[in-house]
């Protein structure tokens, strides 16, 4: 049959069927009627309406009309703001890159790791630097806890045995350096100079972002005003030498794991963007070379429509940020590294964080990300294994090569809801935008504690949810796990790491000549007071003859000024409150010989007690207790005999609310007589029947939307578990 019989087919038929006539859609008064009507008094805005940590409140269905004057909606794919993509093509063009860090303190080790995960799919070199290294410090002249929690690079000879059999012009080099860049790509260019790499064809990026450095650690060890001039050297540098290397980083994973909201981590990130701009347009650089050398990375979270609408807003703001300074339609292209969240993940249950490095990391491929790193399930016990780096890589692999969703360009375009909370998450975060701004800026901010008393509203809003089992963490504050055997603890082995990494730097100081080490202190020296772009390739070619990373930032430190403090912000993970619970029992048990107990009274046939006792048996286990489950008692004074025998610190009256007014009075005097301090509880909340309750002895009440965390806390305070 021809196309043309084909359609006229398709016609004559919905004609005769007329399905539009009969099958009209509904309007939204129409709809909304109906589920008024099935709430049966309910209130619809309370059972239907969510209001988000970001002050957006979502609908229940979104229509045409909730899109139909959003100004963004015009935009295509690699055009005009770049909401739906920095690239016309999307993902077609060019992929993500699969980003996994490798947080190995040798260089040996970590290169053994990277030959290995470059052949089984990873795309980039991420290299996760110690914090000695990141501070710029020599191994051997640090602390022993700064060295090995990260790569340990300390010259060119560290860095040459990590990229043994490596070519760095094949895979995008990834790099976080701290608060300054100036020392690692000091390193880096010497190494590329040693053994012939090309550095235009080196991508990637080695940034430097000492506001989210001052931001967790609360100081920096030369001022800001030092650290933007070094900034401006490596940015300059770069481009001199026409490297494609991204010199400016920005980053919001600090405060995404301190518990910030989407709009808050996109509002901070902005106005630290902003800054870098402004500073580094003040010392004579292009706007366009200023923000072509940003690059942007954000924490990415469970909620999935939230970090999809979070990461094309971010796209948006950015270009409306670069359009104001100035800079070209090139210039406001963003790019995004994606790193799934470390808040979300736990160290009960850790099975179930692959599943939610699954969704975090769809939630990113979806928003538009140029490069994600998924984690390891068990990176909360330390240093991940084989099977752990594979398990997390393969996520990203699966999601490219089975799911294709490397094939889209912004499959998220279009959508009624996602265009709107882009829109809504955008306008909120550029609220908070210009408050920070107001404020004099994001330093500031930071200096006045604003920033992080923002966040920690919203956390206590989270620990609330968390609190009340609002918001599940499956494994943590609801279906615990009490059979489930802890990881081992896999914390870097600091003292024998930095014991090999002084002794192989010891020996390396004694092996030059006097004649070599003149030469060292000259170009050493010549970096003091040494601004320019030039100052790198003299750093570069002390590094060649056998300076150190450490000794290259003792010279270009000598005149850095004085540290820059703020209260740090506070990382958390949402589960930490449960887990505190949960080591408090352990810890207890240890002591004692037992685990703190719970005994459940249950009252009569099972029928009329199972559901709550399941309830109760459920609200305690995650606190670590343990639970007495007997069959159901036929008298208050079975049952109290009972309780008292167990040894439990806490009973709870498991029955229907019928039972009650017969029951409780009874069993609460025969308890409380045997032991007054008992803790008494109720399954169940029946309105009418509270205060008789509690005249008759019982404590407390749980019940769906009970604080979970608040009387856990209060019973292992009681036993002496907490102090």
């Given amino acids: 049959m021809s196309e043309v019989q084909n359609n006229n087919s398709e016609i004559k038929l919905e004609k005769e069927l007329n399905l539009l006539d009969e099958f009209a859609p509904p309007t939204y008064d129409e709809w909304k009627e109906k589920v008024v009507a099935d709430l049966k008094g309910a209130p619809f805005e309370k059972k239907l309406l969510t209001k988000t940590y970001e002050g957006i409140t979502l609908q229940p269905i979104y229509t045409q009309n909730d899109i139909k004057d959003l100004p963004h909606l015009e935009n295509t794919p690699g055009f005009n703001e770049y909401v739906r993509s920095s690239n016309a093509a999307g993902y077609l063009k060019k992929s993500w890159d699969i980003s996994q860090e490798l947080p190995y303190g040798l260089a040996e080790d970590f290169n053994a790791a990277l030959k290995t995960d470059l052949e089984r799919g990873q795309t980039a070199i991420n290299i996760k630097l110690d914090t000695a290294t990141l501070k710029g410090l020599d191994a051997d002249y640090a602390q022993e806890t700064e060295v090995g929690n990260g790569v340990s690079i300390s010259g060119l000879k560290s860095l040459e045995r990590a990229f043994d059999g490596v070519d760095i012009t094949k895979y995008p080099i990834h790099v976080d350096a701290g608060f300054s860049s100036f020392p690692f790509h000091s390193v880096l260019c010497a190494y590329a100079k040693k053994n012939n790499v090309d550095m235009s064809k080196v991508k990637g990026f080695v940034t430097a972002d000492p506001v989210a450095y001052l931001a967790v650690n609360g100081s920096l060890p030369i001022t800001l005003d030092y650290a933007y001039n070094k900034m401006k050297v490596t940015t300059e540098h770069a481009a001199g030498n026409n490297s494609e290397l991204k010199t400016v980083g920005v980053s919001g994973l600090a405060y995404h794991n301190a518990g910030a909201s989407a709009t808050q981590e996109l509002a901070i990130v902005m106005s630290t963007a902003s800054e870098y701009l402004t500073q580094l347009t003040e010392r004579g650089l292009d706007i366009n070379v200023a923000a072509k050398a940003v690059q942007f990375t954000f924490g990415i979270g469970t909620f999935y429509f939230m970090e999809i609408a979070k990461l094309r807003a971010a796209r948006l703001m950015w270009a409306k940020i670069v359009e104001a300074f100035g800079g070209d339609a090139e210039a406001q292209k963003m790019t995004i590294h994606a790193r799934c969240s470390n808040y979300t993940q736990t160290i009960l249950d850790p099975y179930v964080n692959m599943l939610r490095t699954t969704t975090e990391a769809f939630s990113a491929v979806i928003g538009g990300a140029d490069s994600i790193t998924t984690n390891p399930f068990d990176e909360t016990t330390g240093t991940p294994d084989e099977f752990s780096r594979r398990i997390s890589r393969n996520t990203q692999i699966i999601l490219k090569e089975e799911s294709h969703l490397d094939s889209l360009i912004d499959p998220a375009g279009g959508s009624f809801y996602v265009e709107r909370l882009t829109h809504e998450v955008s306008q909120e975060a550029w609220k908070l935008f210009q408050t920070i701004e107001e404020k004099g800026g994001i330093v500031k901010a930071l200096e006045e504690g604003f920033v992080q008393e923002e966040i920690e509203k919203v956390v206590a809003d989270r620990n609330k949810d968390y609190g009340k089992r609002k918001s599940v963490i499956v494994g943590s504050n609801m279906y615990a796990n009490v059979k489930e055997e802890k990881l081992a603890d896999k914390t870097p082995d600091h003292k024998s790491i930095f014991a090999?990494?002084?002794?192989?730097?010891?020996?390396?100081?004694?092996?030059?000549?006097?004649?070599?080490?003149?030469?060292?202190?000259?170009?050493?020296?010549?970096?003091?007071?040494?601004?320019?772009?030039?100052?790198?390739?003299?750093?570069?070619?002390?590094?060649?003859?056998?300076?150190?990373?450490?000794?290259?930032?003792?010279?270009?430190?000598?005149?850095?000024?004085?540290?820059?403090?703020?209260?740090?912000?506070?990382?958390?993970?949402?589960?930490?409150?449960?887990?505190?619970?949960?080591?408090?029992?352990?810890?207890?048990?240890?002591e004692t010989g037992s685990k703190p107990k719970i005994f459940l009274a249950n009252m009569g046939a099972l029928r009329t007690h199972k559901a709550r006792a399941d309830f109760s048996r459920g609200f305690f286990e995650v606190g670590g207790f343990e639970i007495v489950y007997p069959d159901g008692f036929e008298t208050p004074e079975d049952a109290a005999k009972a309780v008292v025998e167990s040894g439990a610190c806490a009973t709870v009256i498991c029955s229907i609310d019928d039972n009650y007014p017969e029951i409780v009075p009874g069993l609460a005097k025969n308890i409380k007589d045997k032991n007054p301090d008992m803790t008494l509880v109720l399954a169940g909340y029946p309105k009418d029947q509270i205060e008789a309750h509690k005249a008759s002895g019982v404590d407390e009440f749980i019940f769906m939307g009970a604080d979970v965390y608040q009387l856990l806390t209060k019973l292992m305070t009681k036993i002496g578990a907490l102090k």
Avoid: C, W
Wanted: overall charge positive; hydrophobic content about 40%.
């Fill in 500 to 590: 090999k990494r002084s002794d192989y730097l010891q020996k390396f100081r004694v092996s030059g000549s006097q004649e070599i080490d003149k030469n060292i202190l000259e170009k050493l020296n010549s970096l003091i007071n040494d601004m320019s772009a030039g100052a790198i390739t003299t750093a570069a070619d002390a590094i060649l003859e056998g300076a150190t990373l450490g000794e290259v930032t003792k010279a270009t430190r000598a005149t850095a000024g004085e540290s820059v403090k703020v209260t740090p912000v506070k990382l958390h993970r949402a589960s930490e409150l449960f887990e505190n619970l949960r080591n408090a029992a352990e810890k207890f048990e240890k």
